[in-house]
C-alpha cells in the first residue's frame, strides 16, 4: 500500500493542508524554539558584561534594531545593514559587510587597527557569505573577544532551507538558512574555540581564547543536513546558557 497517497496536500481551493507528517514535525519543532530562552540579546551583554574596560561592539545584519541592537550594552557600538529588509536611518553603515570590511580596511571609515570585544554576524544567512563574514571578524576582534552567530541549530532541514522566499514550506516563514554550515567549518579550526548556546535558533560563539569548547575533525564533510541531525550535539557543541555561564565564570 501506497502510503503517500493517505497525505493530502492540497484541498480543492489549492491551499496546502498541514495535516502531513513533515508539516506536523516541523510545527511542533518551531513552536518548542520559539519557547526557548534567554534570546540572543541577552547571550550577548553577558559576554559584554565579562569584560573590565570599556567595550565596543559591532553587529552585521540589524534589520529592525529594536530586535537586538539597541538592547545592547556596550560603551560604544556599531551597526552594518544595506537595509533591504528594513528602512531604519539610524544605521551607522548602510551598506553590506562585504563593503564594510573593505572600507574598514582601507582606512576609509573607522580606524583601521580597531578591534572589537564582540561582533554579532546575523546578516544573509548563507554559508559562503556567513564564512566570509567570520573570516573578516576574525581580523578585527580583540584576542579575547567573542564572535557570536545567530541560527546556527535550525530544527529542521525546512528551516535550513537555502532559499528565503520559499514560505511554503512547512517552516512557513521561518528561516535559519545554512549558516550552520559556516559554524561547523569554524569548529573545525584549531585556533579557534566554539559552541552554540541551545537558544533562540542557536547562538554559536567563536573565541580565539576562552575555551568554551575545543575544535573537533569535520565528520561532515558535504555538510548533509541529515548528518549534522544525527550528531547534532557533538558536531555544534550545544550547550545550555548556564553551561556557558559556569565555563566563563
Known sequence: M???????????HGRRVVND??????????????KKTPKRTEVINFLL??????????????????????????DTKYSVDPGVEYKEKSIDFKMTSDSFFDKLNKNEILAKDIKFDVIFIDGLHLAAQVDLDIKNSLD????????VLHDCNPPTEWHAREEYQYTNSPASGYWNGTTWKAFLKSRSDSGLYSCCIDTDWGVGILSKKHPIGNSIKN??????YKVLDENRKESLNLISFSELKKILA
Do not use: M, W
Open 49 to 74: 558584561s565579562l569584560f573590565q574596560r570599556e567595550t565596543c561592539y559591532l553587529e552585521i545584519g540589524v534589520r529592525n534594531p529594536e530586535h537586538n541592537y539597541n538592547h545592547i550594552n556596550a
Open 21 to 34: 507528517p513533515f508539516h506536523k514535525n516541523t510545527i511542533e519543532k518551531t513552536k518548542l524554539e520559539l
Open 2 to 12: 501506497n502510503i503517500f497517497k493517505k497525505i493530502k496536500t492540497y484541498n480543492k
Open 219 to 224: 565528520t561532515n564533510p558535504f555538510y548533509e
Open 140 to 147: 578585527h576582534i580583540k584576542d579575547d573577544g567573542f564572535i
